[in-house]
């Protein structure tokens, strides 16, 4: 954080203190018409309406504690918002006219600085969700043809927490908006997800598991068993088509409470011994989470009590 003097319209002098990335040089402090300010991107999309609210409440009490920051618009008498529109929402929820701006220099024509600026500034206070952080990165790599390495030194992150974000987008529409209510957001998720190219496959069995609230281990295990499965249906994965049954192969991550090999099997042992063994066997499974009819078929210790029960007949 760094002071800088700001020249007011009246050309008195005045100390304000800024994030370093805000302000190059002196900028003009003015209080300029709402009505006359753009707001053509910001990498944030959700705004608590019950946060606007408390600081609109603090700004009428209180006055506000910062100004917003500006750059001369494309049009006459026009200003382009770089930072600050959680502030001016709260100006327009007051129903105030005017605001205080900082009117710096334009940074460039393509718009690019005054995104980074936003993405630093939202990123910083913790504001922006993941996938709204996640679609800013890939922006400014799509659109503003930056690098995931160039992104990690303008924004300060690692390349590997920035391109695994990344992946994130690739993910579809109704996905993403469950990372957004909780789901897991972990890129080795992401990518399983990704290789399995039947959309309603891939759409339900991410529901499933959010609606079930399977952990991070049992989702990553029942989109692994589900790849499997539509593998073994097909003959080859990168194969499969659109006939597939999706809602039967998402139907392997039910998670019924009590289903063990003896169930598998669909009969008793005579032996209570075995019969204790088999149930302690299931309880210790890795995969219990989403242990089912199909998901447990392969299971070795079903096979190792279908066999002791053949040899008994």
């Avoid at 917003?68 to 001016?88: K, N, Q, Y």
């Avoid at 005017?98 to 980074?116: M, P, T, W, Y």
């Avoid at 995931?148 to 994130?168: A, T």
Wanted: with cysteine; charged share 30%.
């Amino acid at each position: 954080m760094k002071k800088y003097k700001l020249l007011l319209k009246n050309q008195a002098v005045v100390n304000a203190t800024l994030p370093d990335y805000e302000i190059s040089e002196a900028a003009t402090l003015q209080k300029i018409l709402i009505t006359k300010i753009v707001v053509e991107r910001n990498p944030r999309k959700r705004f608590d309406e019950e946060s606007l609210a408390e600081l609109a409440q603090s700004i009428q009490s209180r006055g506000l504690q910062q100004p917003i920051i500006v750059e001369p618009g494309p049009a006459e008498d026009t200003f382009v918002l770089v930072s600050g529109e959680r502030r001016l929402r709260a100006h327009k929820k007051l129903g105030k006219t005017k605001i205080q701006a900082l009117v710096r220099a334009r940074s460039n024509h393509d718009g690019r600085e005054r995104f980074l600026d936003a993405v630093i500034e939202n990123d910083q206070r913790e504001e922006m969700t993941a996938i709204e952080l996640a679609h800013a990165y890939r922006a400014l790599s799509d659109e503003y043809d930056m690098s995931v390495r160039d992104i990690s030194k303008r924004i300060g992150k690692s390349e590997f927490k920035i391109s695994r974000l990344i992946q994130l987008t690739f993910l579809d529409q109704e996905i993403q908006d469950l990372i957004e209510r909780g789901f897991w957001k972990d890129y080795r998720l992401a990518s399983l997800l990704l290789k399995i190219t039947d959309k309603m496959v891939r759409v339900e069995l991410a529901k499933r598991l959010f609606t079930q609230k399977v952990s991070l281990k049992g989702s990553l295990k029942a989109v692994e068993r589900t790849i499997q499965e539509m593998a073994t249906s097909t003959g080859k994965f990168t194969d499969f088509h659109e006939g597939t049954p999706a809602l039967k192969i998402v139907g392997a991550v039910k998670q019924p409470m009590h289903w063990n090999m003896l169930m598998q099997l669909g009969q008793l042992p005579p032996w209570k011994l075995v019969v204790l063994n088999a149930e302690q066997t299931c309880e210790q499974c890795p995969i219990r989470s989403i242990a089912s009819k199909s998901n447990c078929k392969d299971c070795g210790a079903v096979h190792l009590l279908r066999r002791m029960m053949e040899a008994a007949k």
